[in-house]
């Protein structure tokens, strides 16, 4: 027979309606063997306080996470809670569980939701600077809060304020073909993209060869720049320098082939900036 002092503790209000009384149930489970009938007081008390666990879930909603995976992810916190739950500690099962599911859902966020691996220090500046952000929102100014007064607001310093708006951006990844912001042609993130210039290679090769041109003779100089440089045919630079056709082309091998032993002899000895496995494309040209 129930006394007037335990009606009255068991019409006492809890902080939240989500909150059932379940103290006897969790004192009746711990005692239970394992076995079906403790398998079904464990389910009931799962889903008596499963309301609990899905407005825990709710304040996670518009964060990039579906309402129904946060929902699961809370009943899996609660789950764990009761299977962990000591009632002989003296602890209201609320007070206990509230801290477990809300730590599923912020581990949920951290292992699975983030597109970057973020150090969870700069995890907790983001929410903070988020959180602020948020509450200066609500003032009459509709402008957006400074990085001063957000560091007021979350009581940070600024430029820890500066790294969690950074984070800010780095919860999800924009797609390449996500449209640029200001463009009207429609242009793809991925087209906005650079990519390897291969004109950097023939600034190497002309770097490398520079120095060994500068040391032939001043004919065959001549004869290199006019073919390589002034476009010119074999014919025309013999016809100008009053030599034949075949000589030309003799001199122009002969360059080439000392040029390219010289140049890859220097890359090997690490005295210029060509590479041994590639001939430079000036002396890689014949006739």
Known sequence: MRTPAHHRASAKRHPHDDAPDTADAFRELAALPPGPRRDALRAQIVEAWLPMADRLAGRFRNRGENADDLRQVAALGLVKAVDRYDPERGKAFESYAVPTVTGEIKRHFRDHMWTLHVPRRVQDLRNRVRFACQELSQTASARRPTVAEIARQAQLSEDEVREGLEALESFT????????????????????????????????????????????????????????????????????????????????????????????????????GGSPRREPAVVRQRG
Request: net charge negative; aromatic share 4%; charged share 25%.
């Open 173 to 272: 990844a924009l797609s390449l073909d996500a449209e640029v912001a200001g463009v009207e042609d429609g242009w793809s993130l991925g087209e906005a993209l650079g990519s390897p210039d291969p004109a950097l290679d023939t600034v190497v090769d002309r770097e490398a060869v520079k120095p060994r041109l500068a040391a032939l003779p001043e004919r065959e100089r001549t004869i290199l720049y006019m073919r390589f440089f002034g476009d010119m045919t074999q014919s025309r630079i013999a016809e100008q320098l009053g030599i034949s056709q075949m000589h030309v082309s003799r001199l122009i091998n002969r360059c080439c082939d000392r040029l390219r032993e010289q140049v890859l002899n220097d890359a090997a000895q690490g005295l210029s």
